[in-house]
């Protein structure tokens, strides 16, 4: 059973537009929810988080958007530049207990 | 370089075969996370130990096991392994047992002929 699920598996963006990736969930019990970054053999890399008591979250280029009421959230990266290029995770907590990962999506910026 | 250390890098074997990873966390992170990637899945949680206990259990398999020892660093244990269990398999860390940031090792990955 996905509890977190990405939907595209892909996506491809010019460079300097706004990459935009989704994820839903479906257990209201998650409370937090953080987006990775990886790239080929590497290990994921934590991004951005965002808690459950806020629905917007911003650092530099990334913003990750969080609508409770749709189990939804979104990473926004503006703009997208070539080595934002890599698999991005979605993953979900209820309360740091297990963190449910999502399929990854790949990003692919075009200069 | 996440400070989190795993090892092997790439082990082949055959199936019915028992192999071991081995994962060193950060410097002072307690909390060691296993994870299991096969092809075109996401990152599934196999089991969690915070200061040499284990805490959560995810969907890990009888024929896996993991201990993590008086040191921090954790072991995982897979026996009688079977095609299906070819796949990189992370190590993350945390400070704390409900820290809201994993830190990810490179992965070992594992094939199974």
């Known amino acids: 059973d996905q509890q977190v699920k990405q939907n595209s598996p892909s996506l491809s963006v010019q460079e300097g537009r706004i990459s935009i990736l989704n994820c839903d969930y479906t257990n209201s019990m998650f409370d937090y929810f953080l987006w990775y970054k990886k790239y080929p053999a590497e290990g994921p890399t934590f991004l951005i988080s965002?808690?459950?008591?806020?629905d917007k979250n911003e650092d530099g280029r990334f913003t990750v958007f969080l609508n409770k009421s749709a189990k939804h959230l979104s990473l926004h990266i503006v703009p997208s530049q070539p080595g934002d290029s890599a698999v991005y995770f979605c993953?979900?907590?209820?309360?740091?207990?297990?963190?449910?990962f999502g399929t990854g999506t790949s990003l692919t910026v075009i200069p | 370089d996440s400070g989190v250390t795993q090892t092997p890098k790439h082990l082949i074997t055959a199936t019915g075969q028992r192999v071991t990873l081995r994962c060193s966390p950060r410097s002072g992170d307690l909390s060691v996370y296993w994870y299991q990637q096969s092809l075109d899945q996401g990152l599934q949680f196999l089991i969690q130990y915070y200061n040499g206990e284990e805490r959560a259990k995810g969907n890990i398999l009888e024929r896996f096991s993991a201990q993590q020892f008086p040191d921090l660093h954790s072991e995982l244990n897979l026996s009688s392994l079977e095609l299906g269990d070819s796949a990189l398999y992370f190590c993350?860390?945390?400070?704390?047992?409900?820290?809201?940031?994993?830190?990810f090792g490179e992965g070992s990955r594992l094939t199974v002929l």
């Open positions: 993350a860390s945390s400070v704390e047992a409900s820290s809201g940031e994993l830190f």
């Open positions: 993953a979900a907590t209820p309360q740091g207990r297990q963190f449910y």
């Open positions: 965002i808690s459950s008591i806020k």
